[in-house]
Every structure is written in structure tokens, then in C-alpha cells.
């Protein structure tokens, strides 16, 4: 085996651990390193699609892999290499690149290992709108007096996809640039939980690295802390370093797709620490939002659409910031192949068949949603009882299958215990009229509609 394949070959099994397999199978399949000429590797592709691509979203990530193992490369090249076993059908390129294109994992590609940080993540390109300004005017609050400050710790929680991790990493590259001496580390729970577990497998003197390691930051920033839910240990030793770096006067911060109220098998010391700062949501992305972040987005990528396609994608997809973006990644690929701007005509079908469907579910599956957040038996909700740990979950099912699936009052009735329909609409009022000024209410409704 020659020099050249055995170097690509294993930086194939590198990218194949960083890429998902449709992204893996469609760009790389048919690629090989032609030759290496004065520290360029000359990389053979099968047609020009292929080699835009991987010059173009790939590009970085098979140069650090080649200079992971071998120093003396200094730059990659792509060739297209016609040689007939290499043909590769077109349209099933172009298929696979549409229904890709939102996932490419550049984001890791960029991450600084001293701190975790993504320096692509910057308030110059975090959109603000209602749905998220609270928590922005917040993180603000947090860059004029670091650790200092009312919003310590900051909790910011809301479904996946609408800007958390976008939002907190920012504060980070935000500390760095405006207090060069603090230092700031990022990590996730998962992360944080691999490392104790590493730490505790490893003796008594890595376990001390391990805390005097997370005890040295001014800002501590924790992402999707729900994954240590049941994780007592660990859960036990952020409380410690929890404890140190507040009574120190460090900025701490957590995020996470819940209430910390609400997330199951977290401890109650945690959760009052946590209560002790600023919570605060981020929702879903209200048109205005929407159409601005279609337009930044566009923009970044010099992809300048009529604005009736921008219009109709923020009006037909409620969907999160992510799935937005993954969309509108879909339109400009589809733009460049055809080498001129989508009609509207053909953007509609393409948003039809590319969009997220949305969940159908049934009445039953609301009620065992809405039982399991309360911890009550489901069977409960369709008996003849009064009892109040059971009439309030039964009101808020009631409320919730009328107000967001529009089912009649009495289906409603009839399927959940054959009750009057009369009875149905006087718990939709109830709800309804308490959510005006209940803010646990409404946060308890707002997080079971996460759960959908």
C-alpha cells in the first residue's frame, strides 16, 4: 500500500468520526490523494459539484486532519480525476446535498480548546428580537459587571434550536475581548460529566486537578445542563464548585431546554441555587424575528433572494432558528445549482417536502404528556374525582388540546371521561384566564408544549 493511500485512508476515519454518514458517504466515497508535491496534498474528486463542495464547506477540516497526521502539509488541493468508475450519478449528489446541508459539522472545526469557546459565536451576528430580548438584555447586564452583578447565575432555558448556545457563547467571546485578564471556560453537562467520571476512575490527585480546574474561572458557562438529570455524583460535585466560584464573585452560567423546576432528578439545593440569579426564557421566534434572521443569514452568505421568498419561508415555517437556517441553506444549494434565485413556485414544494413535518399526535398521548410533567397516573385524569392534584392537570389537558390542536369541546369532554362539554369550557376559561397573571402557569404550559 503506498504512502498516499495509507495517509488518506486514515484521515478518512478521522472525518468519518466527525461527519455523519450521508455527509461522509456522498463527499469522500470517491476520493483519493493524487499526489504530494512540496507539502500540498492534491486530493482527486470525481466531477466539479463535488469539488466545490469540499473546498468550500469541508475544506478546513480535511487540512487539520492531514496536519493531525503528517506536520509537513501545508495546503490541500482538489483535482477532479474523470476516471469511469468514478462517475457518480449527479442527482443523487444533488439529493443527498439538500437534505445534508443543514447538518455539515463546521461549528466544532472552530472551537478554541483552551476554553470552548466557538469565536463565530459573537453578538454581531445574534439577532435580537422579542422572543429573545429579555435574556439579551440580561447577558448585557452581565458584560457591565462580571460575577458582580444580579444576574448571577444566569439561567437561560428554551427549546433546542432557538440561539441558547449561540447567546451564552457570546457573553464568553464578549469577556474575552472586553477583560483580556479573566478567564472564561465553556463546557456542556455531558462534558463536565465525562470529566468527573475520568477524574474519579483516576485517584484521589486527578481529582483534585479536576476541582481546582473548574474553580480558576471568572466566568463558568454551563450548556444543556438537563443531561444530569440522575447524575447525583455529579450533580454533587457542581454544587461544590458551584458554591466556590459564587462566593468568590465569578459569573456563572447555565442553559437548558427546561425550567430548572421542571427538570426530573435534579437536586433541590441545585435548584434553589439556580433560583438565587436571573431565569429567564427564550421562545419560539415570533415573523419579525424570523425575517430577520432569514435576512442576516442570507446575507452572510451573499445570497440576496427576492423578498417574497423570504416573506413566505418565515410565514410557512414556525419552526426553530435551526431548522430556519437549514432551509434557507436548502434554497441557496439548490440556487447554485441551478445558477440563478428559486422562484416561488418551486420554493413552495421544495419547503413542503424538506420541512419538519409536525407532530400528529393523539388526545391520549397529550394527556400522558401533560400527566407525565405533573407525576400523576394518566388513568386519574379520566376519573369521576375532583381531587386537586388531579384537577389541575386534567384543566391544563383540557385548555391545551383546545387552544394548540383545536379539538371541539365535546370530543374533549368525551374523550377524556365522557364529561359535558360545558365543563370542557369552563376549564379552557379557567386556564385561559389565569395565564394572565400566573407566571408559573404559564411557564408550566409553555414547557409541557416543549415536550410535544
Partial sequence: ????????????????????????????????????????????????????????????????????????????????????????????????????????????????????????????????????????????AILRKVGTNVYNP????????????????????????????????????????????????????????????????????????????????????LFHIFNELYHNNKQIIFSSDRHPNYIPALEDRLKSRFSSGMIVDIQEPEYESRIAILRAKAQANKFFPPEEVLDYLASSVRGNIRELEGLLNGIICQSQLKNRHLTLSEIKPFIKNTSKPKKVLSIKEIVKVVCGFYSIEEDHVYEKTRRKEVLKPRQVAMFILREDFNISYPTIGQKLGGRDHTTVMHSYEKIKGALKNDLPLMQEIDQIRAMF
Avoid at 492531514?66 to 457518480?88: A, D, F, P, S, T
Avoid at 472551537?111 to 435580537?128: A, M, Q, S, W
Fill in 1 to 140: 500500500m503506498t504512502e498516499n493511500k495509507i495517509l488518506w485512508e486514515n484521515t478518512l476515519k478521522e472525518l468519518g468520526n466527525e461527519l455523519s454518514r450521508a455527509n461522509f458517504s456522498t463527499w469522500f466515497k470517491y476520493t483519493d490523494i493524487l499526489k504530494q508535491d512540496d507539502g500540498i496534498v492534491v486530493v482527486g474528486v470525481p466531477n466539479e459539484f463535488v469539488k466545490d463542495w469540499l473546498q468550500n464547506k469541508f475544506h478546513k477540516m480535511i487540512l487539520k486532519s492531514l496536519r493531525n497526521l503528517c506536520e509537513n502539509v501545508r495546503g490541500v488541493e482538489y483535482l477532479v480525476h474523470k476516471v469511469e468508475e468514478k462517475n457518480i450519478p449527479k442527482m443523487e449528489i444533488e439529493k443527498t446535498a439538500l437534505e445534508t446541508s443543514s447538518e455539515l459539522p463546521l461549528a466544532d472545526l472552530y472551537v478554541n480548546k483552551e476554553d470552548g469557546l466557538n469565536p463565530r459565536y459573537t453578538f454581531d451576528n445574534f439577532i435580537i428580537g422579542s422572543f429573545n430580548e429579555l435574556a439579551f438584555a440580561a447577558s448585557q
Fill in 154 to 237: 444566569l439561567f437561560i432555558y428554551g427549546s433546542t434550536g432557538l440561539g441558547k448556545t449561540h447567546l451564552i457563547q457570546a457573553i464568553g467571546n464578549q469577556v474575552k475581548k472586553l477583560h483580556p485578564d479573566k478567564k472564561v471556560f465553556y463546557t456542556t453537562s455531558e462534558k463536565f460529566s465525562v470529566d468527573y467520571i475520568n477524574s474519579v476512575g483516576q485517584g484521589s490527585k486527578n481529582m483534585n486537578t479536576f476541582k481546582e480546574k473548574y474553580r480558576k474561572y471568572d466566568l463558568f458557562i454551563m450548556d444543556d445542563i438537563q443531561f444530569l438529570s440522575n447524575k447525583e455524583k455529579t450533580q454533587e460535585e
